[in-house]
């Protein structure tokens, strides 16, 4: 029985759908603006029988989230942008011995400290691995409360069915908005199918090992790389996600993801009032990108590609469009949040290849 | 005076290379393959009054190669794969700090811990960041000895003129290759131009900051980010480079880096011998990527690219051709080291389209 | 209603003895040879709904340890050795924050790593305070597996009643000794009284200070070491504890705690069979040492002092002893556990004043 | 030839000191009140060609030190109390493992943080050492500038002649204060006698080891401590070290060291001034504590004892003197720096016999 609907704000949906997700095991390192997801975790675990540490460091925390993975409990961490570099080692490891996880991301300005507000420019970070070696972190964007339930909740599955990290990517905005949200019925963990590979003890069965280094010389790790390319290509094929609105009869498709996407929403609306057929393809995943489906609908129109960074999807959508639309660009940096009346100019400018805001991409 | 042709391993190529331009400190904590450029560092640089340190771990090595930088010394460390992952927070920081500083990645197998064998797995994490914000990290990618000691003795020089972090990029089979080179004059530090921004003792004058924490509420990150992207612009237009070999006639180009290449180039001649007009480009800047010049290059041929990985750089090559030209793909995960044959057999399969070695890319 | 007698190593008992008394957080580091005991508790704390931390380090356990006595838990750490000399920061400031914790001491031999063999050399360490400031940590030598469980039950009460860290200081032979043990009744934690200093959650209260940086400049940190003082004082008065063995009609009194008090024992049976008058006088508190006791007992016998180390607690022999009598002592460093023959020779030659085993110690 | 007399601050004394006796080395992290010394350091070290390294933390500071002394330099760390109790771990390996080393305490007032204000609470921490294992710390108290210079210069000495760490113990009152210096001659390192056990690259000989790990089963730890108690046997012959002041007549003596023992001897002239025989007794070295001198001057005489702690050093005395003597005495904790006219206070009622200020010791 799903629940009642209720007023929340973002970092605790968050927080909420991970428990309802079986999640008992937290551990982080606090850092702004997503402290109010651990503050929520430190007082909601406890009451459902979860562990919730704040561990010495970033990279405490990730590897004791490697630990409650490896012993078969489903796990998360989260932080903000430079906190999640300090990650990336334990990602790759978690990628490397193919251990699900949850790991949130709160994008602030960067690089480096940056500052303490809602950005976007951690996408190449988040869909290309900041850690070494081949690997995929799937990336997930919700892009309102609702969907941070829905995807949060649902990040714990994806990272269970295919024993793989699974980045949640979103912003301090999304963390401090408060809308309506419907969860998702509770999970109890006890009733979550037993994991083979987990190390929880070998009682009546043989020892396991889980272990990302493979020095045998007959090609193990090649062995090892194939075989996770062979569960990233079965993602990409399996889980695409994306959102179109308003697309059908649009000339020009603006793409953009999480809070951008909310703004390009309403410039939409707007747009489509002064009778411009403009439209906003959303992706929901971010690594797999949608790009079979962004590759059809884009044929014939104007692409926008709009991010609160200085363009980094937009290398997505030049791989997934190719030559089959002009594509334009228009970012804003440095926690700066843009009004829709900035991104209605940019998608007139495109629709009117004026040139006046954003720039042609060349491919 | 340059210095007169010596047989060296790769590594000491790097060493001695970094002691030439003028690096007298070098911070790093050790993992194989590339412990014998510390080893070599340690005991040359106490020669020319230089410091050597074994940091505590990967990230006290890295954030003492921020405070050599700070201070406005030419500096260094390196590290392989999972050590360089750790890197990732100091590495976002000396770019948003704005600070020069050299880091050298000879990559192995991964994900995780992988093997201690050479690989190309690190593409991405080098030229996308794996840390966060909107940052570049000049990569360059040496495929040789000679080469080593040039851009190793460049990168210093690139480092300061950008005052930006720039990563070289090789791998534990370049580390052990013995060739003979002819290095750089010396470069006394002394002689160096003094930096306005070091933080060298605040006497006669007043006292300087560097840091990358803008939380001013006018825009100051933003106007600190598109400062930086100006910079990265600047670097985009006047730093890419690349080498042709035998491309004037060729029906294919193989496009691939370092040892990569190497295997390539060996490949090319035997090919060339058998008749067929195979030609090799090979970038030396992975970023900045030189897209202009295969763009152009590319018009009219097949496109074979060829990594010791499962596919990363081709993602540039994606970015730079278009739909210009087929493009094919064969890669080589977890360490192996393909011989020549198996590259002759990718390109023969390339040439005639059959499909039989390698993929051919869709944009 | 106690618990039958039951046959339990050592180790067990300590951990088994921590959860009847209410325990529910553990926090440590792996160090031979106590490792058994974090084993049992990391399978035996889950299933009263307890946590056990393997920490990234000592450090990370011992402050893991200060937050959960910071938020009212009874909670425990241990270590050997050399993982016990990284604590002492930590338990200078649970001192100095009166804050209660149990932290289990299993010696081996040093300096530095020396080795895994059971030792008794860092008895100053407990007793004197290896960390920085006026404090003391009230020491409990346990001899056998039955004061095992009735020392470690008690050190919970004991640090709850005078807020202050309590050292169990056993060794690794103690560890390993299996006998029949009687628990303690399973204390709830949640019956024990609330503390009013505990930062739970300042929910219909004001919020609480816990520190021990007492920076003004009217002499605040002068008063609250007087404070400490008094407390020092008022356990030195009611906490001492011994016990004395077959000392009535003695005319020689072996001095010895832990093991070394269980060698002594099978040594004084041995000499009272062959007519000579040994008694032994065992400490079970270290800190308070048994002075007033010792003293009084001391007058007009010989006194023999035998430790596993060079000498430590011969120091507070002739702080309690003086020159009422002759003091003797025979040590045996370095992890070599000595025979009860051994001890009876130096008993025999101490009787006999014949200096032939063991040293006179002038005051 | 020495140096001419130079007004400086007692901090810088230190720094000074070190380095004209060959120390080249020195790592550290800061804390009140001795920043002073690393600061002097960081830039006089350079000039000489030395290093200054501040480390990541004080355990790494400390094991860097180890590392320089192990491979022959003369090394040198500093702190305040609470980092020095982080260093015991370090401190307890450099004494397993033989190697010299200066250890700089300027104390503060504990337990915990404490406060930053001068203090003496860490003489257990010293003397009876914070880290495991039978070891003893070679401890130098000076009591101003001029000794400072020489005990620091001597320090270095001792460490190599005995191959031992040793401790260098002041408060933050010395660091600050200035008085005029002759600083001893200069020694260049290069000329100091070669260690035969320094690891310095094994060319043209075998290699060798440093440990402090003893994992044989024949007793070699055993070995060791002997080895090792024979060495400090020796040090408590030869290197005692002490001062007296108007003892000779005396009926009243007062023992105090460093700060305590400046205002001891005010209080002494004053006293004097007013008829009264009292002496001062001032110990040079606190391990090892020149008990024979302390134990014939006590003789027929009162011990008043002044402490800037509640009462560590007093143990000592009571270990020298016994009953040859009443003891009194008077501490003062948290930082707070009583006036002469204090001790004037307590020296007199000691004189007296009224119990009025401070506290007859029972033995």
Redesign the interface.
């Known amino acids: 029985m799903p629940s009642e609907k209720v007023l929340m704000r973002g970092s605790n949906v968050v927080g909420e759908a991970a428990v309802r997700a079986g999640c008992r095991y937290y551990f982080g390192y606090p850092i702004t603006p997503q402290n109010e997801l651990p503050e929520y975790l430190s ?1 909601r675990l406890p009451e459902v ?1 979860g ?1 919730f ?1 704040q ?3 970033e ?2 925390s990730i ?1 004791m989230v490697l630990g409650a993975a490896a012993a078969g409990a489903r796990t998360m961490t989260s932080s903000s ?2 906190g ?3 990650k ?2 334990g990602i ?6 193919e251990l699900p996880a949850v790991i949130v991301n709160m ?1 602030r ?9 809602p ?1 976007a ?2 996408y ?2 988040a869909t ?8 995929r972190t799937l990336t997930l964007a919700p892009a309102g409360c609702q969907e941070l339930a829905e995807l949060t909740f649902e990040a714990f599955d994806l990272a269970d069915k295919y024993r793989t990290p699974v980045m949640l990517l979103g912003d301090g905005l999304m963390g401090q908005v408060m809308e309506p949200v419907v969860f998702p019925d509770y999970i109890d963990p006890e009733t979550l199918p037993k994991k083979d590979y987990a190390l929880d ?1 070998a009682k009546g069965r043989g020892p396991r090992k889980i ?5 045998g010389q007959q ?8 075989k ?2 062979a569960k990233y290509d079965e993602i990409t094929d399996k889980e695409r996600r994306w959102e179109t609105y308003k697309t059908d009869d649009a000339d020009v498709i603006v793409v953009a993801y999480g809070t951008a996407a909310r703004i390009a929403e309403t410039a939409v609306d707007e747009l489509r009032e002064q009778g411009l057929k403009i439209g906003l393809f959303r992706p929901i995943t971010l690594w797999p990108y949608p790009t079979p489906a962004l590759r059809k609908l884009a044929q014939g129109r104007k692409i926008a590609v709009f991010e609160l ?4 999807m937009v ?1 997505d959508v ?2 997934s469009v ?2 089959r639309a002009e594509i334009y660009f228009y970012g ?5 949040i843009p009004t829709p009346a900035e991104v209605v100019e940019f998608l007139r400018s495109t629709s009117n290849g004026d040139g006046k805001v954003g720039r042609r991409i060349e ?1």
Not at 332 to 336: I, K, R, S
């Open positions: 007082g029988g562990t540490i561990g010495e460091s990279i405490a590897n942008s430079p999640v570099s300090l990336q080692e790759t490891y978690l990628a490397g011995m994008m300005g960067g690089p480096g400290l940056g500052n303490i507000a950005s420019a951690d190449f970070q290309r691995g900041g850690g070494n070696g081949d690997y003890g272990f990302s280094m493979y020095l090609g193990e790790l090649k062995d090892h790389n194939l996770l390319q960074c200085l363009g980094q290398e030049m791989l190719g030559e804003v940096p440095g926690g700066v491919l």
